[in-house]
């Protein structure tokens, strides 16, 4: 028992901690111009595109040959996209909405915060990956990898809140928002290191990070939907690019 509740420390350390105080920008947004919240909306997007780019070859690879695992990854990616696009339409949310300038302020701000949601679940389930990882790693005694993992996950999972609040830096919030924001977004990293460590396989790796990566291209979409416009390419790109390079030098920490 307390091996286990150490593997769920680890967890904490990694992945919930760091998305929160990944999160702490959100204050500091709020009182910049608008002009530059969309920079940061693009970085978001840049972001979550490495991170999909990150999930799906970790599902690829994880499926290995034609067989259940493939068929998993499947499963997963088509269920990580078609959830959330089906609970969006029955709550009539979507970006769509966002862009719309004649729409109830009232529903701009619920597709922004689905949005927001979004983006912590794909995180949370990327994050889970990432959990199993360091639980399997600490169930066969490698402590040294054990370690590397944390702290190189850590570090890269600080970037994340930052991802997370960008679609709703603009908007009134209260504090359980964020935390539930945070709490979607880190703490799937415990539950995955919590059952890396008890019984950790390939099939279960496959799975996860395909609707990690499902979820996350459906906020793709929607993000691209709203940073792009013709008048501010060039930032939308420039925020992607510097989004993406963030992800990459955070990353190295992850294999060095």
Same mark, same amino acid.
């Given at each position: 028992?307390?091996?286990? =509740?150490?593997?769920?420390?680890?967890?904490?350390?990694? !992945?919930?901690?760091?998305?929160?105080?990944?999160?702490?920008?959100?204050?500091?947004?709020?009182?910049?111009?608008?002009?530059?919240? %969309?920079?940061?909306? *693009?970085?978001?997007l840049?972001?979550?595109?490495? /991170?999909?780019?990150?999930?799906?070859?970790?599902?690829?690879? /994880?499926?290995?040959?034609?067989?259940?695992?493939s068929?998993?990854?499947?499963?997963?990616?088509?269920?990580?996209?078609?959830?959330?696009l089906?609970?969006?339409?029955?709550?009539?949310?979507?970006?769509?909405?966002?862009?719309?300038?004649?729409?109830?302020?009232?529903?701009?701000?619920?597709?922004?915060?689905?949005?927001?949601?979004?983006?912590?679940?794909?995180?949370g389930?990327?994050?889970?990956?990432?959990?199993?990882?360091?639980?399997?790693? @600490?169930?066969? $005694?490698?402590?040294?990898?054990? %370690?590397?993992?944390?702290? $190189?996950f850590?570090?890269?999972?600080?970037?994340?809140?930052? !991802?997370?609040?960008?679609?709703?830096?603009?908007?009134? =919030?209260?504090?359980?928002?964020?935390?539930?924001? +945070?709490?979607?977004?880190?703490?799937?990293?415990?539950?995955?290191?919590?059952?890396g460590?008890?019984a950790? *396989?390939?099939?279960?790796?496959? /799975?996860?990070?395909?609707?990690a990566? +499902?979820?996350?291209? @459906?906020v793709?979409?929607?993000?691209?939907?709203?940073?792009?416009?013709? *008048?501010?390419?060039?930032?939308?790109f420039?925020?992607?690019v510097l989004?993406?390079?963030l992800?990459y030098?955070? $990353?190295?920490?992850?294999?060095?």
């Open positions: 028992m307390a091996s286990l =509740l150490f593997a769920a420390a680890l967890g904490a350390v990694a !992945g919930l901690v760091p998305v929160y105080l990944g999160l702490v920008p959100l204050w500091f947004m709020r009182r910049i111009p608008e002009s530059w919240r %969309s920079l940061v909306v *693009s970085i978001s840049g972001i979550l595109l490495f /991170l999909f780019v990150e999930v799906t070859g970790e599902g690829v690879q /994880l499926a290995g040959s034609p067989g259940l695992n068929l998993l990854f499947v499963v997963g990616l088509a269920t990580g996209v078609f959830a959330p089906f609970a969006a339409r029955r709550g009539r949310v979507d970006a769509v909405t966002i862009l719309d300038r004649a729409g109830v302020a009232g529903e701009r701000e619920k597709a922004r915060f689905f949005t927001a949601y979004m983006i912590a679940v794909g995180i389930m990327h994050n889970l990956g990432e959990g199993l990882a360091i639980g399997a790693a @600490y169930s066969a $005694g490698e402590l040294a990898l054990t %370690s590397v993992l944390v702290v $190189g850590a570090l890269h999972n600080g970037t994340e809140g930052f !991802g997370i609040v960008a679609p709703v830096a603009s908007l009134p =919030l209260r504090m359980k928002e964020p935390l539930a924001m +945070g709490f979607l977004a880190g703490f799937p990293t415990i539950l995955g290191s919590m059952i460590f008890v950790y *396989s390939q099939a279960i790796g496959s /799975l996860f990070f395909s609707v990566g +499902g979820a996350l291209l @459906y793709i979409v929607q993000l691209v939907r709203l940073a792009y416009m013709a *008048s501010r390419a060039e930032r939308t420039l925020g992607v989004g993406m390079i992800m030098l955070t $990353g190295i920490l992850v294999s060095m």
